[in-house]
């Protein structure tokens, strides 16, 4: 399964702006942040973060994990988050 091509160019914006939110949030909240959703993709959350940041880290893991990506449209979106 594969969303659209059109539908994942939008995905892909959106993934950098995701990004660029948790570089605005600063250099403390942001990594902190950052490693959650890391830690939360691999199934492996260890970091509690305060609510309005997990709300933030809830919306961003839902988006990188949505059923409806291919596996390679999935690993795209996580490296355009993660910047690799």
């Known amino acids: 399964m594969a969303v659209p091509a059109d539908e ?32 939360r993709l691999r199934s492996r959350a260890t970091t509690s973060l305060p609510p309005a940041q997990a709300e933030l880290a809830d919306e961003i893991v839902a988006f990188l994990k949505k059923p409806e990506l291919s596996v390679h449209q999935a690993a795209f979106l996580e490296r355009e988050f993660f910047g690799g």
């Open 8 to 39: 994942f160019e939008t995905m892909q914006a959106r993934a950098r702006s995701y990004r660029k939110r948790l570089k605005v949030l600063g250099s403390v909240s942001g990594p902190v942040i950052e490693g959650n959703v890391r830690e």
